[in-house]
């Protein structure tokens, strides 16, 4: 009777004792406890700092063949909507067309030779600005902001018998074309970048539980008495999940153009060289994860540590160019901020190897240091 009642019996000192016990084991276990903390932080100042759905300042080219009073006014007024940042000019529209495929301009501006002269006549002359609508919500707001231009500007420049022409309508109008997504369609732009997603997600969590498996299984001992060298362990672990990715990109290839209607305007060739690139990317950051941590919870902690920025940063979720400076320099580090360029560019733009290379290169640098930084890790589990 005694012993029953003392199994219902609450002792404060006993649960104490538990509680003490469980915050040596938070001091102990670091990695957890800066999760806890740095996880809510790094949300924080992600969702606070750096996500903006209103991107400002997006790089612009111009072709101003008229060179006018107008047409300078015309820019200018661009400029002040702080929508555009104008970084360069062009010859014709055959160089703005391969500076949008590249990527390396958002819109191109288009004035024609002849915008001065129709417009003193009341001709209402057209300006061109050609936009890179692969994500719509990067681009609506700017676009939105240059058609009602035509309302105001110039004007100012009208003066004594040009005076008459002020009024409605406009003196000219503004031509919007969207590149690559003229209906605005967000799946477009969603799904290849899903593929980047659940690519990084699956290949980094299962190699990055890879080595910690072994250890906790009592295995890695055995692989350790073993004369494979350091390289050959951590590329023999990451092969076969290569095929398991190709396989998974194969099945969102083919939901993306038979289900959401995905246009596919680029190689097969090239997106499977840059899948491949990716996903040895990916795996590479897996196996650095796997060879640091000491369990397989801390694992799991540290992928998604690593999953979460990838996802906000990339240009996925949110415009990239609306984030600030210092939030594109962490983007420019993840490899999916790359990927999500590349396989919008090839699946989308029609990319040839001369436009993905500014893309492919940081991704194939990439994973050459993350499987230095493995190899440099899994030697100190030799000693």
Known sequence: MNRRSSLFTFSLARCWGVVLKEFLQLKRDRLTFAMVIGIPVMMLILFGYAINMDPKHLKTMMIDADRSEFSRSFIMAMHNTAYFDFVGELNNEAEGEAALARGDVQFVVNIPSDFSRRLVRGER???????????????????????????????????????????????????????????????????????????????????????????????????????????????????????????????????????????????????YVVLLIYIAAALTVGI????????????????????????????????????????????????????NRLVRGIMLKGNSWLDLWPNVWPLMLFTVILMGVALKFYRRTLD
């Open 125 to 271: 002359p057209v300006v061109l600005v050609i936009a890179d609508a692969t994500d719509p919500a990067a681009a609506s707001n700017a676009i939105g902001a240059v058609t009602r231009l035509a309302e105001s500007v110039a004007w100012k420049d009208l003066g004594g018998p040009l005076a008459r022409l002020n009024g409605s309508p406009p003196l000219f109008d503004v031509q919007v074309h969207r590149r690559y997504n003229p209906e605005g369609i967000t799946q477009y732009n969603i799904v290849p970048g899903l593929m980047g997603v659940i690519l990084i997600m699956t290949m980094v969590m299962i190699t990055g539980l890879a080595m910690t498996r072994e250890r906790e299984r009592g295995t890695m001992e055995n692989l350790l008495a073993t004369p494979v060298r350091p390289l050959e362990m951590l590329t023999g672990k990451i092969v076969p999940y290569i095929f398991i990715g190709l396989i998974q990109a194969t099945i969102i290839l083919l939901a993306a153009i038979s289900l959401f209607n995905v246009p596919f305007v680029g190689g097969i060739l090239e997106l």
């Open 288 to 339: 650095t994860i796997s060879s640091l941590a000491r369990n397989q919870l801390q694992g799991v902690q540290m992928t998604f540590f690593f999953f979460l920025p990838n996802v906000l940063l990339s240009g996925f979720m949110f415009p990239f160019y609306g984030m600030p400076k210092w939030a594109q320099v962490i983007a420019h580090v993840l490899p999916m901020t790359y990927f």
